[in-house]
T-cell receptor, first 114, second 113 residues
Framework: GDSVTQMEGPVTLSEEAFLTINCTYTATGYPSLFWYVQYPGEGLQLLLKATKADDKGSNKGFEATYRKETTSFHLEKGSVQVSDSAVYFCALSDSGGGADGLTFGKGTHLIIQP | DVKVTQSSRYLVKRTGEKVFLECVQDMDHENMFWYRQDPGLGLRLIYFSYDVKMKEKGDIPEGYSVSREKKERFSLILESASTNQTSMYLC????????????FGPGTRLTVT
């Protein structure tokens, strides 16, 4: 079945550091890929998405590129802020038009220190 | 903005009780989902629904049932709560189609004692 693997953390960085959170996936079809973010005490919010190979999703300074050859969708940000502290989930949708739920990774807890 | 609301943020129930978790979305989305979130396990899909009165089992449906009588409302039911159902429950909704995005509610933290 489909699966998503990501580094679990916690990942602790200083403010203005460069961020990479690795995500790799296994899917039978041609999935869409997503990064969701969960701030403390809140539900998940969609951060960015990519629907086909070589697409780059971006939002709020975060970027991720859909790499079919390496089945990866790594999240990057050039300069993190304390407000980026959250749990980040990589996810895929392989529904082929159906209504299946997303397949999530286990989440990466990111802590940014001032 | 899409808004997904859940009836309670925190809930404490006793073992054996029947528990109802309610979710309402205001954007006329066809699809609705229930997940549970546990440390080290991430999010796991319990049930989803792609239309009124329609439901499909997710990855971990045992011990749960759902009801969708109206398009905007999706209920999760624990027929007889057990301590291993202590968890964070997240509801989500989305439009139908190949490429879609799920919008999540804030979650209900359920404790079964």
């Amino acid at each position: 079945g489909d699966s998503v693997t990501q580094m679990e953390g916690p990942v602790t960085l200083s403010e203005e550091a460069f961020l990479t959170i690795n995500c790799t996936y296994t899917a039978t079809g041609y999935p869409s890929l997503f990064w969701y973010v969960q701030y403390p005490g809140e539900g998940l919010q969609l951060l960015l998405k990519a629907t086909k190979a070589d697409d780059k999703g971006s939002n709020k300074g975060f970027e991720a590129t859909y790499r079919k050859e390496t089945t990866s969708f790594h999240l990057e940000k050039g300069s993190v802020q304390v407000s980026d502290s959250a749990v980040y989930f990589c996810a895929l949708s392989d529904s082929g038009g159906g209504a299946d739920g997303l397949t999530f990774g286990k989440g990466t807890h990111l802590i940014i220190q001032p | 903005d899409v808004k997904v609301t859940q009836s309670s943020r925190y809930l404490v129930k006793r073992t054996g009780e029947k528990v109802f978790l309610e979710c309402v979305q205001d954007m006329d989305h066809e699809n609705m989902f229930w997940y549970r979130q546990d440390p080290g396990l991430g999010l796991r899909l319990i049930y989803f629904s792609y239309d009124v009165k329609m439901k499909e089992k997710g990855d971990i449906p045992e011990g749960y049932s759902v009801s969708r009588e109206k398009k905007e409302r999706f209920s999760l039911i624990l027929e007889s709560a057990s301590t291993n159902q202590t968890s964070m429950y997240l509801c989500a909704s989305s439009l139908a189609g190949l490429t879609y995005e799920q919008y999540f509610g804030p979650g209900t933290r359920l404790t079964v004692t």
